[in-house]
T-cell receptor
């Protein structure tokens, strides 16, 4: 299975700290995407990184991709209480997307 | 980006009944996907629904249990048939403008509880 596996499963930090989440996968991919989900609601797309890219930034988000290690990381800098959510990576090899197990992030005010 | 709505947003159903979930997109899209998210779990792809052809189901999901319609490029339905408590989940539809190279956008989800 291509399913991404994320670690840590849960992360609790203080507001203002940085949060890093990792995603590993098993096979070749076309791209990797990160999503946020608040309280069991719909997923919000955060960032897409293609297989030929190594790093992308979007606001306080920084994503890296290492295809040799089949892994990606999501860094959220200067975290806020509103960042509290579950974060999922999704990998795409053909036409469909396979989601990781998710990281539950809690940012304490 | 696409704006996606789902109906109903939530429902409580009795076992043995069926529920049809609607997914509406504000623009024409090639690919629509249906996912299930069981409590505390990640998303599992149920099927891919392309207009003009039968849905493609993932391993563990069958058409008799989850019939899907895709009558046009902006609309799809997923029916959860003969429900049991194990079907209690969030059901999400998503769209992509083309294949795996594009961003996937999600609807708000339908929260289903089967008693």
């Amino acid at each position: 299975s291509q399913q991404g596996e994320e670690d840590p499963q849960a992360l609790s930090i203080q507001e203002g700290e940085n949060a890093t989440m990792n995603c590993s996968y098993k096979t070749s991919i076309n791209n990797l995407q990160w999503y946020r989900q608040n309280s069991g609601r719909g997923l919000v797309h955060l960032i897409l990184i293609r297989s030929n890219e190594r790093e992308k930034h979007s606001g306080r988000l920084r994503v890296t991709l290492d295809t040799s290690k089949k892994s990606s990381s999501l860094l959220i800098t200067a975290s806020r209480a509103a960042d509290t959510a579950s974060y999922f990576c999704a990998v795409s090899g053909t036409y469909k997307y396979i989601f990781g197990t998710g990281t539950r992030l809690k940012v304490l005010a | 980006s696409a704006v996606i709505s789902q109906k109903p947003s939530r429902d409580i159903c009795q076992r043995g009944t069926s529920l049809t979930i609607q997914c509406q997109v504000d623009s024409q899209v090639t690919m629509m996907f249906w996912y299930r998210q069981q409590p505390g779990q990640s998303l599992t792809l149920i099927a891919t629904a392309n207009q003009g052809s039968e849905a493609t189901y993932e391993s563990g999901f069958v058409i008799d249990k989850f019939p899907i319609s895709r009558p046009n490029l902006t609309f799809s339905t997923l029916t959860v048939s003969n429900m049991s408590p194990e079907d209690s989940s969030i059901y999400l539809c998503s769209v992509a403008s083309s294949g795996s190279g594009e961003t996937q956008y999600f609807g708000p989800g339908t929260r289903l509880l089967v008693l």
